[in-house]
């Protein structure tokens, strides 16, 4: 069974970025769709970006040209650089894997989760 951690979260002015990383174990991440979701005080969880195979990726129109998702597989762990922070983008953020691997995975809901990591930006 594959395990996420995320990390990199934090507080930032509007404007700014930041980058999210997930460390995957247990298994290649290869093997799965890869995502990044979150969830704002009061609001339901939304898909933000995921990753598939060849590299096909999909976005949130939210942050469509803000954000990219990526991968290093000889690390096994997935990126969310966020660039033109928003308070909009407050959020905690979950790393999410989706058994198997698929060329477009979408934003459905995902298998897998990690325990988050908290974005705040300030306006």
């Known amino acids: 069974q594959v395990q996420l951690v995320e990390s990199g979260g934090g507080s930032v002015q509007a404007g700014g970025s930041l980058r999210l990383s997930c460390v995957v174990s247990?298994?290649?991440?290869?093997?799965?769709?890869m995502g990044w979701y979150r969830q704002g005080p009061g609001k339901a969880r939304e898909g933000v970006a995921s990753?598939?195979?060849?590299?096909?990726?999909t976005y949130a129109d939210s942050v469509k040209g803000r954000f990219a998702i990526s991968r290093d597989s000889a690390k096994n762990t997935l990126y969310l650089q966020m660039r033109g922070l928003k308070p909009d983008d407050s959020a905690m953020y979950y790393c999410a894997a989706d058994w198997p691997s698929r060329s477009s995975c979408g934003l459905d809901d995902f298998d897998y989760w990690g325990q988050g990591t908290q974005v705040t930006v300030s306006s």
């Open positions: 247990g298994d290649s991440q290869n093997n799965y769709c």
């Open positions: 990753l598939g195979t060849y590299g096909r990726t």
